[in-house]
Nanobody
Framework: QVQLVESGGGLVQPGGSLRLSCAAS????????IGWFRQAPGKEREGLLC????????SYADSAEGRFTVSRDSARNTVYLQMNSLKHEDTAVYFC???????????????????WGQGTQVTVSS
């Protein structure tokens, strides 16, 4: 069964850090573009970054640049999102997803992804 499972969310104070995980089963993550997204209440899903298949030339959205870092552990078939200097406005449900098809250009638009995890809640509050 093809599946993505996010974990690592929780409650964190402003200025704190969290590391989210995206574990894949039933397929090999390295063969796909991987995106991280978030969706806050009442807002559209926002693309944060795209990690291309087979290389580490990450494309970051402005909202993620400088504070968020993506990495992968091929042996664990898992991708991580390290989030630092968190702000109230980072509160959202965070999702990972794999891009449509193989060999396509990396993008941060949700429409370019077709396999999604269930999401993990991140709440930034004092």
């Amino acid at each position: 069964q093809v599946q993505l499972v996010e974990s690592g969310g929780g409650l964190v104070q402003p200025g704190g850090s969290l590391r989210l995980s995206c574990a894949a089963s039933g397929f090999t993550l390295n063969y796909h573009n991987i995106g991280w997204f978030r969706q806050a209440p009442g807002k559209e899903r926002e693309g944060l970054l795209c990690l291309p298949a087979g290389n580490d030339q990450v494309s970051y959205a402005d909202s993620a640049e400088g504070r968020f870092t993506v990495s992968r552990d091929s042996a664990r078939n898992t991708v991580y999102l390290q989030m630092n200097s968190l702000k109230h406005e980072d509160t959202a449900v965070y999702f990972c997803a794999t891009g449509r098809g193989i060999g396509k250009r990396c993008a941060t638009s949700p429409s370019e992804y077709d396999n999604w995890g269930q999401g993990t809640q991140v709440t930034v509050s004092s």
